[in-house]
């Protein structure tokens, strides 16, 4: 497509409940990046991926957050048992390689009741 | 430990005056400066780069100024209109193979007609 593609974009989520967030990058596109964006603030690093291989995971807040890249393109965000201060909105981004221009996705809003 | 600094929390002008938002950075090894305007449920869109090596750099209605000794940089919008109206965000990348982006916590512009 012609740019990084997120579903879904909405998700409500009971407390405790696992869920899978996805990302499409721009094809071709050799670095995936994850970040966390809470309410009225910038976006925060989570995890980074060159290709199939995640590179940098020093982001991710717990152990409850796992995410994959198993074919160097399409990339999903995992949260087990999900609790209320995970809800934010999830960006992806990617881009040619790491040092160019990183092109996000409008994200996965995320609400845990 | 805040690694970029970002200010002011929100600006109004008046359509034509030129909002101006600074950021201020602590980390020497980063090497690549965004900046960011993010839409109401969208994802942040990269509207202007600086590397270190140069002072100003313009594109459009948007210039970035930057002062290496004083590590701080800022976005200026010439003849500002309201579908400016957005929060923007000033961003840093390291060099290396460290490739994430490290925001502030952006700037809430209005820009009244």
């Known amino acids: 497509g012609a740019g990084v593609s997120q579903s879904p974009r909405y998700k409500v989520a009971k407390r405790g409940q696992d869920v899978a967030l996805r990302c499409d990058p721009i094809?071709?596109?050799?670095?995936l990046f994850w970040y966390q964006q809470a309410l009225g603030q910038g976006p925060e690093f989570l995890t980074y991926f060159q290709n199939e291989a995640q590179l940098d995971k020093s982001g991710l807040p717990s152990d409850r957050f796992f995410a994959e890249r198993p074919e160097g393109s399409v990339s999903t965000l995992k949260i087990q048992r999900t609790q209320q201060e995970d809800s934010a909105v999830y960006l992806c981004?990617?881009?040619?390689?790491?040092?160019?221009?990183?092109?996000f996705g409008q994200g996965t809003r995320l609400t845990v009741v | 430990q805040q690694q970029v600094k970002q200010s002011p929390q929100s600006l109004i002008v008046q359509k034509g005056g030129i909002p101006i938002i600074n950021c201020a950075y602590e980390?020497?090894?980063?090497?690549?400066f965004p900046w960011y305007q993010q839409f109401p449920g969208k994802g942040p869109a990269l509207l202007i780069a600086i590397r270190p090596d140069v002072s100003e750099k313009k594109e459009g209605r948007f210039t970035i100024s930057f002062n290496k000794s004083a590590k701080q940089f800022s976005l200026h919008i010439m003849d500002s209109q309201p579908g400016d109206s957005a929060t923007y965000f000033c961003a840093a990348k390291g060099g290396g193979s460290q490739g994430n982006l490290i925001f502030g916590k952006g700037t809430k512009l209005s820009v009244k007609p």
């Open positions: 094809s071709g596109h050799v670095s």
């Open positions: 980390n020497t090894a980063f090497d690549y």
């Open positions: 981004a990617s881009s040619l390689r790491w040092a160019t221009e990183a092109f």
